[in-house]
């Protein structure tokens, strides 16, 4: 029970005991909204790490199939090149005009004409 002084004012030690564990219960209650926060946040991010997870084992699977398609592309175009006789540097003009926007000279051949010069290389 709070002391009363003579005015009926009640003590300052009562009002400053109140008053702290008011704020201890106002600490508390916002310690526990951080904590409810912070898991769910947590959570959140497990899921976003799980979908990074799967979009990369798609991107994975999208490049190897690209991969395997132009491997299967250069086989086929490196065996019907065997009985054709094409001008190494006509494809190599060809090549130039398409990516002259996109290339610069002092960089030399583009990786499009090497690939080019050895498709067109006889066994």
Not at 28 to 57: M, N, P, Y
Not at 58 to 72: G, I, M, Q
Request: proline share 2%; aromatic share 4%; hydrophobic share 35%.
């Amino acid at each position: 029970m709070a002391t009363k002084l003579p005015n009926g004012e009640e003590g300052r030690h009562e009002r400053d005991g109140r008053a702290a564990c008011r704020g201890r219960e106002l600490v508390s209650a916002q310690i526990d909204d951080l904590k409810t926060r912070l898991e769910k946040l947590s959570g959140e991010l497990g899921e976003v790490s799980q979908l990074a997870a799967q979009h990369f084992d798609e991107l994975h699977d999208a490049v190897n199939s690209v991969a395997s398609h132009t491997l299967a592309m250069e086989a086929i175009i490196s065996a019907i090149l065997v009985n054709i006789d094409i001008d190494q540097k006509d494809v190599s003009n060809w090549i130039q005009a398409k990516t002259t926007q996109f290339s610069s000279p002092e960089h030399g051949d583009s990786y499009a004409e090497t690939i080019a010069r050895d498709f067109l290389r006889k066994p």
